[in-house]
C-alpha cells in the first residue's frame, strides 16, 4: 500500500467511526450491514470493516468474504492490500469443521521489510550465518596437554660437602630464562620443520576433509605455517611452581596426542643438548688451559733437572753450606795448629822433629783451605773438558738454581690452581645440566574443545552489537552537526 492509499483508507474510517453511535463499532451484525452497503462504493473500506467483523465474531463466512473482496482488490485496486491498523489478518481454512481458523503468524511484506533493517542487516544476519558455521560447519578440533618442568640435579648430595659449598652448588628447578628458552624453542621453525618431516604436521592441517575456514592452506607459506601453529600450540607457564603446560589441539584425538608427545620429547632432547654442549664447551676450555699448565710444570721440572745434572749439585745452596763450614771448620785448625807450632818454637830448634811435623801439618792444612776456597769460588760443570775454561762460582751456581727452583715452584703453583680450577669448573658444568621432568604424561582427547560454540557465538553477538551501536551514534551525531 502507497502513503496516499494509507493515509486515504485511514481517513476513510476516520469518519465512519465518528459517524457510529456508542457501541456500534463492536456490534458485528451492524458493522457486517455496513460493509455489504460500502461495497458498492469504497471497496478498500469495505475490506477494513470486514476485518474488523472478523476480529469480533470469527466464522467461515466471513473469511469467505474477505477472501473474496481481497481477490477483487488486487484486479481493481493492487495497492491496497494490507491493512494500517493493528488487527491482525486470517486466512480462511476450507478444512476447519468449526467455522474457526487459525491467526496467520506473521505477514509476508512486514517480515521482508523488518529484515531489510540495518539492525538485521549488518547484527542479525551475520550471526545467523557465524552460528550456522559454527554449529554445522566448522571441524570439530582435539585438545591434549601435558605438564613438564625443568629440573637441576642436587650436587649436595653426590659431592664432597667442602667442595659444594666453595663452589656455590645447590639444587633446585629452572626458573625464568629456561622456561623462556624452551618456549622459544617451542615456537620456532626448526621444531615445526622437525614435525613436518617426522609427523606430517602440514599434511594434517591441510586435508582437505576439514572445513576450509579452519584448516590450513596447502600453499601456506613457512611464515603463515607458523603463525597456525602458534594458534594451535598453546603454552602456559605458572610463575609460581614453574610448571609448563603444553596444550596441542588437532582434529583427531590420537594426532592430538601424538603430537604433545613429539613436542615433549623434542624438548627433552633440546634441554639435553643445550645444558651438555654448555658444559662440554667449558670443560674442554679449561683442560686446554690446564695442558698448558702442566707443560709449563714439565719444562720446569726438566730444567732444574739438567742444571742439577750439569753441575753435579743435588742441592747447590746445601752444598754451599757445607764448604763454607769446611773451610771455616779448616780456619779453626790452622788457628790452632799456629799456636801449637809458636808454642813448640819457644822450646824447641827450628829442626826439632816436632816443630817439623807441626809446620808440616800447618802447610797440609793450608793447602786444603786454598784447595777448598777454590771449589768455593769457581765450579766447573762435570760435561765440560779439561780445555774448556767456563768456571762460575757457587754463588753464581745457587743464584741459578735459585731461579730454576723458583720457576718450578711457580710452576707447581699454578698446577695447583689450574686443578682446582679444572675441578671446580667439572662441579660448574655438573650445576648447570638441566634435565626435563614430565609432570603429566599428554593425554588422549575424549570429547572435542573446539569450536567452543556458545562462547563464540555470544562473543559475536555482543562485539556485532557494540559495534552497530557505536556506528548509529556517529552517524546519528554527524546528522545532528549538519
Not at 467483523?53 to 485496486?77: D, G, Q
Not at 594426532?255 to 654442549?277: M, Q, S
Not at 658444559?279 to 676450555?285: G, R, S, V, Y
Amino acid at each position: 500500500m502507497t502513503q496516499s492509499s494509507q493515509q486515504r483508507l485511514e481517513n476513510d474510517l476516520s469518519l465512519f467511526k465518528q459517524g457510529l453511535d456508542k457501541g456500534q463499532w463492536t456490534d458485528a451484525e451492524f458493522l457486517l450491514q455496513q460493509a455489504e452497503e460500502l461495497k458498492r462504493v469504497n471497496l478498500p473500506l469495505a475490506l477494513r470493516i470486514l476485518q474488523r467483523v472478523r476480529n469480533l465474531k470469527p466464522s467461515k463466512k466471513i473469511l469467505v468474504e474477505i477472501s473474496r473482496v481481497s481477490n477483487e482488490l488486487k484486479k481493481t485496486e493492487p495497492d491496497i492490500m494490507s491493512s494500517s491498523s493493528n488487527e491482525t489478518d486470517y486466512e480462511p481454512n476450507a478444512n476447519s469443521d468449526s467455522g474457526f481458523t487459525k491467526q496467520s503468524v506473521q505477514n509476508p511484506i512486514r517480515l521482508k521489510k523488518w529484515f531489510a533493517t540495518p539492525f538485521s542487516v549488518f547484527v542479525l544476519i551475520p550471526f545467523l550465518l557465524f552460528f550456522i558455521y559454527q554449529a554445522l560447519i566448522a571441524s570439530a578440533r582435539y585438545e591434549s596437554h601435558a605438564q613438564i618442568i625443568i629440573q637441576q640435579p642436587n650436587g649436595m648430595s653426590t659431592l664432597d660437602p667442602k667442595l659444594a659449598l666453595l663452589s656455590g652448588f645447590s639444587g633446585g628447578s629452572a626458573v625464568g630464562q629456561d622456561t623462556q628458552l624452551l618456549k622459544a624453542f617451542i615456537y620456532s621453525n626448526d621444531l615445526l620443520q622437525y614435525l613436518n618431516e617426522n609427523y606430517n604436521w602440514k599434511k594434517h592441517f591441510s586435508d582437505t576433509n576439514y572445513d576450509v575456514v579452519s584448516r590450513l592452506s596447502s600453499d601456506a607459506s613457512a611464515e603463515d605455517q607458523l603463525d597456525y601453529f602458534k594458534s594451535h600450540v598453546t603454552i602456559e607457564i605458572d610463575e609460581k611452581s614453574s610448571v609448563f603446560t603444553i596444550r596441542t589441539q588437532a582434529y583427531e584425538p590420537k594426532y592430538a596426542n601424538e603430537l604433545a608427545k613429539a613436542i615433549v620429547n623434542r624438548a627433552e632432547w633440546y634441554i639435553n643438548k643445550i645444558g651438555h654442549d654448555l658444559a662440554k664447551a667449558q670443560l674442554t676450555f679449561v683442560q686446554n688451559e690446564h695442558e698448558i699448565v702442566i707443560d709449563k710444570l714439565q719444562r720446569a721440572k726438566s730444567e732444574l733437572l739438567a742444571f742439577q745434572s750439569k753441575y753435579n749439585f743435588l742441592d747447590p745452596e746445601a752444598e754451599g753450606a757445607a764448604l763454607a763450614q769446611i773451610t771455616y771448620g779448616l780456619e779453626s785448625q790452622i788457628a790452632t795448629k799456629k799456636s801449637e807450632l809458636r808454642a813448640l818454637k819457644s822450646s824447641m830448634s827450628e829442626q826439632a822433629p816436632a816443630v817439623m811435623l807441626a809446620n808440616e801439618q800447618l802447610k797440609a792444612l793450608e793447602t786444603q783451605l786454598e784447595h777448598e776456597r777454590e771449589r768455593l769460588t769457581d765450579i766447573s760443570p762435570s760435561e765440560q773438558t779439561s780445555s774448556e775454561k767456563s768456571d762460575i762460582s757457587v754463588n753464581e751456581v745457587i743464584a741459578k738454581f735459585s731461579e730454576y727452583k723458583m720457576n718450578l715452584q711457580f710452576a707447581l703453583e699454578a698446577y695447583t690452581a689450574s686443578q682446582v680450577s679444572l675441578e671446580k669448573s667439572r662441579i660448574e658444568a655438573y650445576r648447570q645440566l638441566k634435565y626435563l621432568v614430565v609432570v603429566e604424561n599428554p593425554t588422549v582427547p575424549e570429547d572435542a574443545s573446539y569450536p567452543e560454540i556458545l562462547y563464540n557465538c555470544a562473543l559475536f553477538i555482543v562485539l556485532l552489537s557494540m559495534l552497530f551501536g557505536v556506528i548509529r551514534i556517529v552517524l546519528a551525531t554527524i546528522e545532528e552537526l549538519k
